[in-house]
């Protein structure tokens, strides 16, 4: 059975690296290297002329994370699944790296897995690394909170000091009656903050909203 060769281009600034890098893959029979480049803007035009199913991508180039730049234009200008490489692992490149669209992000040293690492992207199972995996979570965490954070300060500012306390006496246990008779109000005018208060934080009845506010850290 015929088996398909997988195209590969190499974007590499270390030209020993590139030359040897091409030299092993192009063992492989599988695997066919047809084209490099050196640097990210020369990687993204090969990558517009040349049909290639997996781009091996340095990411620092020029001393600079070039390819991280190299690989969300590659994603974007064609089908190519990029892997990342580095001399070293670093949590925060790592993460950039996927972010930017790689599918999966490799060591230098492990040179050796690198075959393995190109069949499971053209038969799109790359993993997702491990590090990546706990500060995607991590970060999603962050924006999480930062939503809630966001929300409540909108909420916060929506809501009148006046219904701000009426919540905090309904989430106390106070009955509309108790609240007027405090506030030295008539109950209509309870009543009223009550429906202006439904409207803003949304919920069935007072109770509701006044546990939603609690929740969110509002009261």
Known sequence: METNVIRVAIVEDDPDWLVGLKSYLNKEADIEVVGTASSGADA???????????????????????????????????GARVIMLSSMEEKDMIFEAFRAGAVDYMVKSDFAEIPKAVRSAYANRSAIHPSVAAQMREEFRRL?????????????????????????????????TQIADKFVVSIRTVKVHVGNILKKLGGKSSKEAAQKAKDMGIL
């Open 44 to 78: 993204v035009e090969l990558l517009e002329r040349t049909e290639a199913d997996v781009v091996l991508l340095d990411i620092m180039m020029s001393d600079s994370p070039e390819g991280l730049w190299a690989a969300a234009e590659i994603v974007k200008c064609s």
């Open 144 to 176: 999480k909170q930062l939503e809630q954070d966001v929300r409540v300060k909108e909420l916060r500012e929506l809501l009148t000091p006046t219904e701000i306390q009426v919540l905090d006496l309904i989430e106390k246990g106070h009955t509309q």
